[in-house]
Each structure stands twice: as structure tokens, then as C-alpha cells.
């Protein structure tokens, strides 16, 4: 069973640069039409996606976060990072890794990490 | 980028209850619609993909219908477990967005 675990700073400050990791285990990395993403959930509220990348590098962005993030992916470790810069409090919120399958009939986020609160505050 | 509006944001129901909730897109998006399940503490589940395909493992009590704008995920008899939060998102083009939820309450 494939399971994704997210690591992360927990409390950063403003301006700081966002560094998560996600650990996957239990399935295969690479296949074609896996993708692994990024969504993020601030307290109380709805989910946003970030953005998501294949093993072979083909990545997919936010427009509205394009600017400042960053999502990369190592395949002989198995696991994918985000990278989100120049933080603000609004970046303040519960983020998710996940797998993205993308099929020609079919394309959404069948696998989560349990997620990372991220607090953003001086 | 597509905007999704769900219907109801809450709603209250009584164990055993039929229960439908509401996605609208604001174009076309095909079947491009996936349903989640979010209780609270815990990441999202994939419950339907592909707008009525019933994801691996998951209840036949769910359903999902629908094409185009208009999209509804059913629970045909509302179980415990099935107290949670509901999101509808699109996958049709970039970026993928969710719908706002809709909190599903013990009645």
C-alpha cells in the first residue's frame, strides 16, 4: 500500500523560504501517469492545489503561486520536495503531499500524506 | 480559472437518510470531477473519479452523477463514518480547483 509522509519546519517566519518534503513508500515512483503534488489547507478552510510533477520532470503550477514555488523530485530517494519562497501568514496552513494520477479519462489525488501544519508568524 | 460552487455548504441529516450534494463548474468540464471525503484531524479520500466511478474500497452507498456544469455525489442511506466534510474538485484543466465543501452534521 503506497504511503506518502510529509516533513517540514512546523513554525517559520516571514519572508523565510517554505522547504517541505514528502517520503514515498510502498509503491512504484516512477510509472507514467503518476504524478506527485502539492495542497495546501488553511485552518478552517478549503483545500488549494499548489502543484504537481512526474518523475520525469513535466510539472504542473498554481498561476497564482507559480512565482514563488518551486516542486522537484528525486527518484533514487523516492521522494519529492515544494519549496514555496518569501512567506507571508497567509501561506499559514495545513500541507499535503499526494499522488496525482493523470489518465487520458481521469486525472485527480487517489493517495495523501497525513499532512504538516506550517505556521507562519514573527 | 474554473470556479466550483457547492451546494449546500451544511446540511444536517439523521442516520439512514438519503443525503446529495450539489457541484456546479462554471464551464464545461466534461467529466472531469472528482468527490472527496474529509474528516476532521485527517488528510481528504478519494470517493468517486471521472464524476460517477467508484474509487477501490469505497462504500457502494456513495454515488457520483453527472457531466458538463452540474455534478451530485449521493449517499444513499448516511451511515456514522459518513459525518464529514465533502469537497468536489475539477481536474479538466489547470489549475485544479475544489469546491468549497459541504460539512455534513449529525441531525
Known amino acids: 500500500q503506497l504511503q506518502l509522509q510529509e516533513s517540514g519546519p512546523g513554525v517559520m517566519n516571514p519572508s523565510e523560504t517554505l522547504s517541505l518534503t514528502c517520503s514515498v513508500s510502498g509503491g512504484s515512483f516512477n510509472s507514467y501517469n503518476h504524478y506527485w503534488g502539492w495542497i495546501r489547507q488553511p485552518p478552517g478552510k478549503g483545500l488549494d492545489w499548489i502543484g504537481s510533477m512526474s518523475s520525469s520532470g513535466d510539472t504542473y503550477y498554481n498561476p497564482s503561486l507559480k512565482n514563488r514555488v518551486n516542486i522537484s523530485v528525486d527518484t533514487s530517494k523516492n521522494h519529492f520536495s515544494l519549496n514555496l519562497n518569501s512567506v507571508t501568514a497567509t501561506d499559514t496552513a495545513i500541507y499535503y503531499c499526494?499522488?496525482?494520477?493523470?489518465?487520458?479519462?481521469?486525472?485527480?489525488?487517489?493517495?495523501w500524506g497525513q499532512g504538516t501544519l506550517v505556521t507562519v508568524s514573527s | 480559472d474554473i470556479q466550483m460552487t457547492q451546494s449546500p455548504s451544511s446540511l444536517s441529516a439523521s442516520v439512514g437518510d438519503r443525503v446529495t450534494i450539489t457541484c456546479r463548474a462554471s464551464?464545461?468540464?466534461?467529466?472531469?470531477l472528482n468527490w472527496y471525503q474529509q474528516k476532521p484531524g485527517k488528510a481528504p479520500n478519494l470517493l468517486i473519479y471521472?464524476?460517477?466511478s467508484l474509487q477501490t474500497g469505497v462504500s457502494s452507498r456513495f454515488s457520483g452523477s453527472g457531466s458538463g456544469t452540474d455534478f451530485t455525489l449521493t449517499i444513499s442511506s448516511l451511515q456514522p463514518e459518513d459525518f464529514a466534510t465533502y469537497y468536489c474538485?475539477?481536474?479538466?484543466?489547470?489549475?485544479?480547483?475544489f469546491g468549497q465543501g459541504t460539512k455534513v452534521e449529525i441531525k
Open positions: 499526494a499522488r496525482h494520477t493523470i489518465e487520458r479519462s481521469w486525472d485527480g489525488f487517489d493517495d
Open positions: 471521472a464524476a460517477s
Open positions: 474538485q475539477e481536474s479538466y484543466t489547470t489549475p485544479r480547483t
Open positions: 464551464q464545461s468540464i466534461s467529466s472531469y
